[in-house]
Nanobody, 125 residues
Framework: QVQLVESGGGLVQPGGSLRLSCTAS????????IGWFRQAPGKEREGVSC????????YYADSVKGRFTISRDNAKNTAYLQMNSLKPEDTAVYYC??????????????????WGQGTQVTVSS
């Protein structure tokens, strides 16, 4: 059974940091690209970042470029999203997903995508 489980969300003050984890089970993370998406209340889902399966190349939405870093540890079957310099507008439920694609500079879900259950990130003073 393919499963993704996110963790690491929470409440943080503006300017703070969080590291999200996405742990896979039922399949090997080595051979799939991983993407992080987020959805704030009343807003559309946004692709935040993705990392490729072959050469670990990364891609970031402009809204997080320079502040977020995506990585993977295949030995732990886990991908990460390090989030620094957090802003209130980063508040959202964050999801990881397999095999995202980039279309017109936008990270979107692929045709066959597995999703985690999401983890809440709240940036507030």
């Amino acid at each position: 059974q393919v499963q993704l489980v996110e963790s690491g969300g929470g409440l943080v003050q503006p300017g703070g940091s969080l590291r999200l984890s996405c742990t896979a089970s039922g399949f090997t993370l080595d051979y799939v690209a991983i993407g992080w998406f987020r959805q704030a209340p009343g807003k559309e889902r946004e692709g935040v970042s993705c990392i490729s399966s072959n050469d670990d190349s990364t891609y970031y939405a402009d809204s997080v470029k320079g502040r977020f870093t995506i990585s993977r540890d295949n030995a732990k079957n886990t991908a990460y999203l390090q989030m620094n310099s957090l802003k209130p507008e980063d508040t959202a439920v964050y999801y990881c997903a397999t095999d995202p694609v980039i279309i017109a500079s936008t990270i979107v879900p692929g045709k066959v995508t597995s999703w985690g259950q999401g983890t809440q990130v709240t940036v507030s003073s």
